[in-house]
């Protein structure tokens, strides 16, 4: 495969960005999670995904690998056009890639993109757990894409097939909205209630 073609390809791109730099990584003692390349602002953007082996790490840690990073793409010399490369630690949302990446996370809620006949497809529930290079899923009624009365539903996705793989955080924007506007209004009816219970009452006339 020449350069032209590599490059063209986002996820073998990935995949070559990965062999490139996992064993220099390593051996600064960093773990390459995963490398993302998309296109955007006319460029292509490569995100690459860190943490220490021994978990967690520190701003100091990546500017360092970002040097490392910057040093190797640039002597491999494997993508023929401008490219910017982001080094970032996993965040809430940690992808996941390898085996013993899911092996670690199994008990937790995870979000993938399961290669498909067609668009792939989104698959988001809990990791039971992986047996012979297969995802157990646990989809309750929670997961949008399950309807609400068939209640909890385990799928097996082969790690082959997945195309992209994070944890899944427990973070709902429009839940959040919701609840501060719920809040607010709360806080209205009280200052209301308040208002109401300090006047004071007039007498009724007698007729």
Do not use: C, W
């Not at 292509?44 to 500017?63: C, F, H, M, N, S």
């Not at 401008?82 to 990446?101: K, M, N, Q």
């Not at 793989?165 to 909205?177: E, H, K, M, Q, V």
Request: aromatic content about 2%; overall charge positive; proline content about 5%.
């Amino acid at each position: 495969m020449d350069r032209q073609e590599r490059y063209e390809n986002p996820r073998e791109l990935g995949r070559r960005i990965i062999e490139l730099l996992e064993g220099d990584l390593a051996s600064d003692g960093l773990s390459l999670l995963d490398v993302r390349v998309f296109r955007g602002g006319g460029r292509l953007q490569i995100r690459i995904y860190l943490d220490t082996l021994a978990g967690g790490i520190t701003l100091d840690e990546v500017a360092r690998a970002s040097r490392t990073v910057g040093l190797v793409m640039e002597n491999a010399d494997i993508i023929g056009e401008r490219y910017v490369i982001e080094v970032s630690s996993p965040g809430i949302r940690r992808p996941l890639r390898t085996e013993a990446h899911f092996q670690a996370a199994v008990g937790q809620q995870v979000d993938l993109k399961v290669a498909g006949p067609g668009r792939p497809a989104r698959v988001k529930g809990l990791l039971t757990g992986i047996e012979a290079g297969i995802l157990a899923i646990s989809r309750g009624p929670a997961d949008p894409d399950a309807a609400a009365d068939e209640g909890e539903v385990s799928v097996e996705v082969p790690l082959a097939e997945v195309l992209e793989g994070n944890l899944d955080a427990d973070f709902d924007p429009r839940a959040l909205i919701n609840a501060d506007r719920r809040r607010r209004k709360e806080e209205r009816r009280q200052v209301r209630a308040q208002k109401k219970t300090g006047r004071k009452s007039r007498p009724r006339k007698k007729t």
